[in-house]
Structure formats: C-alpha cells, structure tokens
C-alpha cells in the first residue's frame, strides 16, 4: 500500500523542481522533497520549493540606494540594479551614485574659470572649486571666482587723488589712472600732481624777469621766483621782482643835496 506523493496530480512541487519521496510507506505521508532543478541546494520537504532569489535580499546597494531584481528566476543572477536619489543607475553592482558638481547646467563656474570636482561622492558636495585661468591662484570654492582685480584696492594713487580702473579683468593689468584735483592725470602709476607756478597765466614775473620753480608738488606753492635777466642778483619770491636800480637809493649825494636817477 505504497503512496507516492511525487505522482499526485496535481503535482506537488512546482516547475522546474524535481520531485523526491522517499518513504512511499502509507504512514509515512508529507515526507517528500521538492528540489530546484537550477540550483540542488534549494530543497523544500512536503511542498514546492522556492525556486526564486530576490538578489536585493542580502542588501547589495548602498545606502539610499534603492535596489531591483527585475528576474528573480535563479537562472538569472546578476542583473539587479541599484538606483541613487540623484538618478545615477548601476546595473549588478553597488551604485557609486557619483555627482559631478563641475557637470552641472548651468555651469557653476564663470567664463574663462576651470571647474574641479575632487570628490564625487554622493556624500562629498559643494567642494568644487572654480579657478581664474588667467590667474590660478585665485580659487573659490563651492562657487565662481572673482577673476577681476581692482588695482584701485591696493591704493596706488597718493594722498587726495581718485583711482580709476576701467578694466579689472586679470588680463588688463596696470591701466589705472590717478587724477589730481587740478587735473593732472597719470596712468599706470601714482598721479605726481605737480603744479608749475611758473606756467600759469598770467604769467607770474614781470617782461624781461625768469620765472623758476623749484618744487611744483601739489603742497609747495608760492614759492616760485622771478629773477631780472638785466641783474640776476635781484631775487623776488613768490611775485614779480623790481628790475629797476634807482642810484639815487645808494644816496651818493652830500648832506643837504637832492639826488635824482634820471
């Protein structure tokens, strides 16, 4: 009075299995064995196996990372995906979920900059730096350069003068100007601001009188002089001198005498 379990209809273990009892004794009931053709380890007593392997069963993404089997048939390993927040996809491995800040649109750096991105890792953002190409040492990070000098900013213009860069680009070096408050207007370099007295006009000595000044600095004034061409020995400073010798004043007349120059 043997029964044998494996030849019941329906039959007990499903497809793909291979059926086993082996005790067909009567009182020896539910004892058979369903084993997985494709994989000899998987074996179920009294029932079906599970001829399945969910490969995101041992956890095989990282972490936030979310994993499919699309097949979990066990003649189809291998081809599990793990997904990272950010969309990144790999297929029958672990996600690195990279992010490349420097691939972003738009671009994070400014024009004529170098983005860098040392550490990709999901984990790792906002550590790119942007670097001036023409200026590498002018780095910023998690964000554009300033790759723009003001030459103005390291005052090189002198006391009481106004600095003017037109062009801060790094590549337009040594175009500022300084202006005087009297005009003078130097460029690439601070403004001397000199102030000729001799050069005004009026002119400040008298016809047939030579005009020096010898410091025209902005805070040297009035002390140019006029000198008599006909008599270099008469000196007058800071206004016209007076060519003229009156004899008279040597007094070379006697006590109770006019004197006249004529």
């Known amino acids: 009075c043997e029964i044998d379990e494996c030849a019941k209809t329906p039959a007990p273990c499903g497809t793909g299995q291979t059926c086993n009892d082996p005790n067909k004794a009567k009182n ?3 004892d058979f064995t369903c084993t997985c053709v494709a994989d000899n380890s998987i ?7 599970r001829c399945v392997k969910d490969e995101c069963d041992a956890k095989p993404c990282g972490t936030g990372q979310t994993c499919n089997d699309p097949d979990t048939g066990l003649k189809s390993m291998n081809d599990f995906t793990c997904t ?13 979920c990279e992010i490349d800040e420097c691939a972003k649109t738009p ?15 999901k984990t790792s953002q906002h550590d790119f730096t942007c670097t001036c190409d023409a200026d590498m040492s002018i780095v910023q990070t998690d964000g554009p350069a300033r790759c723009v000098k003001d030459e103005c900013d390291a005052t090189p213009c002198g006391t009481g003068q106004t600095c003017n860069d037109p ?3 790094l590549k337009s070096m040594n175009d500022f100007t ?9 460029t690439g370099t601070s403004a001397t601001c000199e102030i000729d007295e001799c050069a005004k006009t009026p002119a400040p000595c008298g016809t047939g009188q030579t005009c020096n000044d010898p410091n025209k600095a902005k805070n040297s004034q009035h ?40």
């Open 84 to 96: 990272c927040t950010n969309g990144v996809v790999a297929t029958g491995t672990s996600a690195t």
């Open 107 to 121: 671009a994070p750096c400014g024009t004529g900059q170098t983005c860098n991105d040392p550490n990709k890792a």
């Open 178 to 186: 300084c202006t005087c408050t009297n005009g003078v207007v130097a």
């Open 223 to 262: 002390d140019f002089t006029c000198t008599c061409d006909a008599n270099t020995s008469i000196v007058k400073v800071d206004g016209p001198a007076r060519c003229v010798k009156d004899e008279c004043d040597a007094k070379p007349c006697g006590t109770g005498q006019t004197c006249k120059d004529l």
């Open 43 to 49: 074996v179920q007593t009294d029932g079906p196996a």
């Open 167 to 169: 062009d801060t680009g």
């Open 28 to 30: 020896k009931q539910h």
